[in-house]
């Protein structure tokens, strides 16, 4: 599995950290940066990732910022991206489970790294409740995703 991962500044540390991480596991990882941990805007790395993870060159995406929050959002904005802002390791398991989430978002300042190691490992490998079911709950309200980002591709905005 091919993981595309970036922070900004405040998740810099970690994103050293769980890169390395996934490396010992045997993922193949795509570090979009940044290269330290001086100040830099958090939507030029999550764009990155979500890209990758839309275009298909990852198969997952990890996000590190203060909280996670700003890069969910500006992730969330590419089409074929689902990114989940996870402070627990249910959550990351719900989040793989309900959302099919592709993108993982996760806090640098406010969740150790330790416990951003579980909920990574969580979301690795948990698996979507209705893969290869397209008419289970979840696949369903998946499905109607497809006409809003269908609406974003048509206008060029991607």
């Known amino acids: 599995m091919k993981i595309s991962i970036a922070s900004d500044h405040a998740g810099f540390e970690?994103?050293?950290?769980?890169?390395?991480?996934?490396?010992?596991?045997?993922?193949?990882?795509?570090d979009r940066g940044p290269e330290n941990d001086?100040?830099?805007?958090?939507?030029?790395?999550?764009?990155?990732?979500?890209m990758d993870v839309s275009f298909g060159r990852a198969d997952r995406g990890?996000?590190?910022?203060?909280?996670?929050?700003g890069m969910?959002?500006?992730?969330?904005?590419?089409?074929?991206?689902?990114?989940?802002n996870v402070t627990s390791c249910q959550f990351a398991e719900l989040a793989r489970q309900h959302n099919d989430a592709n993108v993982l978002?996760?806090?640098?300042?406010?969740v150790e790294l330790e416990d951003n190691k579980a909920i990574l490992d969580t979301f690795l490998n948990t698996a979507f409740e209705d893969?290869?079911?397209?008419?289970?709950?979840?696949?369903?309200?998946?499905?109607?995703?497809w006409p809003i980002e269908g609406q974003t591709l048509r206008r060029g905005q991607l």
């Not at 001086?38 to 979500?50: G, I």
């Open 14 to 30: 970690q994103k050293k950290e769980l890169a390395a991480y996934l490396q010992e596991q045997g993922y193949e990882v795509l």
């Open 38 to 50: 001086e100040r830099v805007d958090y939507p030029d790395y999550a764009q990155k990732v979500a």
């Open 62 to 69: 990890v996000l590190i910022c203060g909280t996670g929050i």
């Open 72 to 84: 969910a959002i500006f992730a969330n904005k590419i089409p074929r991206v689902r990114a989940a």
């Open 105 to 110: 978002a996760l806090s640098g300042r406010f």
């Open 131 to 145: 893969e290869g079911n397209p008419d289970g709950r979840h696949a369903r309200r998946l499905q109607k995703l």
